[in-house]
Structure formats: C-alpha cells, structure tokens
Nanobody, 120 residues
C-alpha cells in the first residue's frame, strides 16, 4: 500500500512562502484523491487543500488565494505551495491519500507530517 513522506517544512517570517512536498511509494498517487491537513498545538486537525482524481481542487476558506495544491504523477508527488504565510498557519502539516474532500476521518493513508512555523 502507499506510503507518504512529507518534506519542505520550516520556519519563515510572515508574508513568506514555502512549498511542501509529499512523495509516495508503494503505489501510484494517480489512483487516489489527495489532501493536505494541518494541526496546530491544542487545535483540531484541519483540512487545508484537496485534489480529486479528476484534478478538481478544494481549499478551506482561510487559505484560498494563498495556497495551491498540485500533483505531479510522473514524480508521484503532491505539493502544497503556500504564499503570504501568516502566524496562524503555524502547524504540523500532513498529506493524506485515499479519502474524500477535506474530511480527515475518510483518509486511509497518512504521512508523518512536516512542521511549518510562521513568525510575526
């Protein structure tokens, strides 16, 4: 079954940008719907962005216009481009595969997470 490994997290100042990557092994990502979630300290896990099998994307309201989800089937990788980062974007970011939209309980496969910290 598919295994997911995130990378690209780090510390950035408000207004900056980061690109997260999630590389899959064990199966092809083109077979799955994909999503990025995040969880801050003492916060619930929140759906950030998703991309369906047909390429349609969805975003939570707080990141619309700032974040972009995309995938490269040839590289078996899904990305999250994050621009105009804000301190409230600080969280552990997880990629997930084989689920529905931004419903975290529906996803069957998860990566280990990558930390994003945005300072003011």
């Amino acid at each position: 079954h598919v295994q997911l490994v995130e990378s690209g997290g780090g510390a950035v100042q408000a207004g900056g940008s980061l690109t997260l990557s999630c590389e899959a092994s064990g199966d092809t990502l083109s077979s799955f719907s994909l999503a990025w979630f995040r969880q801050g300290v003492d916060k619930k896990r929140e759906g950030v962005a998703c991309i369906a099998l047909d390429g349609r994307t969805g975003y939570t309201d707080s990141v619309k216009g700032r974040f972009t989800i995309s995938k490269d089937n040839a590289k078996n990788t899904v990305y999250l481009q994050m621009n105009f980062l804000r301190p409230d974007d600080t969280a552990m970011y997880y990629c997930a595969a084989d689920g529905t939209g931004l419903l975290h309980r529906s996803y069957k496969r998860w990566g280990q997470g990558t930390q994003v910290t945005v300072s003011s």
